[in-house]
């Protein structure tokens, strides 16, 4: 009996499949496309989409534990729907899902709504799952880097009300703990929401200032202005994406992306140690640039 990673090509799947495979766990690696992604030793291969029913029977096949990550596209609800439907009638009964942080509360983001959708089905069918819920990733600074060296700028929409920032790394850590402890499990555990994001609360103004101190010179915080985001997503994503994008920014702005009391240590805790913080992963970018 095996972990299949889903998403195994992507930021967040990839990590996985590389966390698992570290500590030795039989892993299968669900991708679209044959050698997409550069893959461990030993980790297998599945090709597989999830619309396509036929093939994620297959895949499922043999499988003790489930890690379920579908990215933000039109078919994100039913992908992820049927996948546990099927997942269920495979007798999969260890599942981490990753969801987002406040997909109760955004009600008008699409793809936060969409997940707090599979959440309900996790919910209401009592399936014995782990749903993580993580903050904006501070890896998505990495898209703007050349903005903020080029033009002196920092050009995320934060607002001021604070975003816990979780490093994609420490996401994919808590992800694989989760994994091997409901897999190690005898019988499937209590469900679990955890939300999981970074030690620090940050607005467009300190995330400047964090720049600013690695480049050392000045970097602007460039405002709160959603048309003029949304225009400049658009042009390198789809327009129904550039909206959802939109729609999520103004919610922080509105209500920000901070981690509840406690949820710091218990991630620590899960971890053995401290998470990862905005200012390195920023100096880190600036060593290696």
Do not use: C
């Amino acid at each position: 009996m095996s972990i299949l990673v889903t998403g195994a090509a992507g930021t967040i799947g990839s990590l996985v499949v590389q966390g698992l495979s570290r500590q030795g766990a039989a892993v299968k690696a669900l991708v679209r496309r044959a050698g997409r992604a550069p893959l461990p030793t030993g980790v297998q291969e599945v090709v597989a989409d999830l619309t396509d029913v036929a093939s994620m029977r297959s895949a499922l096949s043999g499988v003790r534990t489930l890690f379920l990550l579908n990215a933000v596209n039109p078919d994100e609800v039913t992908q992820a729907l049927q996948t546990l439907s099927l997942a269920r009638e495979a007798g999969i009964e260890r599942i981490v899902y990753l969801s987002v942080i406040h997909a109760d509360r955004f009600v008008d983001v699409p793809h936060f709504t969409g997940k707090f959708t599979v959440e309900r089905m996790i919910d209401t069918l009592d399936l014995p799952a782990t749903i993580l819920r993580p903050a904006y990733f501070m890896q998505n600074d990495l898209q703007v880097k050349p903005v903020i060296e080029g033009y002196g700028v920092y050009p995320m929409p934060l607002g001021s009300a604070g975003v816990s920032m979780v490093d994609t790394r420490d996401l994919a850590d808590v992800a694989v703990a989760e994994l091997l402890r409901r897999d190690a499990a005898a019988t499937p555990q209590p469900r679990l929401r955890l939300d999981v994001v970074g030690p620090d609360s940050l607005t467009g103004e300190s995330a400047a200032a964090i720049w600013s101190a690695a480049l050392q010179r000045t970097i602007q915080f460039g405002g709160n202005d959603l048309q003029a985001f949304e225009a400049q997503l658009a042009t390198a994503v789809p327009g129904w994406m550039a909206y959802d994008m939109r729609l999520m920014m103004g919610r922080i702005q509105q209500h920000g992306m901070i981690a509840e009391p406690g949820t710091v240590q218990t991630l620590e805790a899960l971890l053995g140690r401290p998470l990862r913080r905005y200012a390195a992963l920023v100096q880190e970018l600036v060593t290696t640039s």
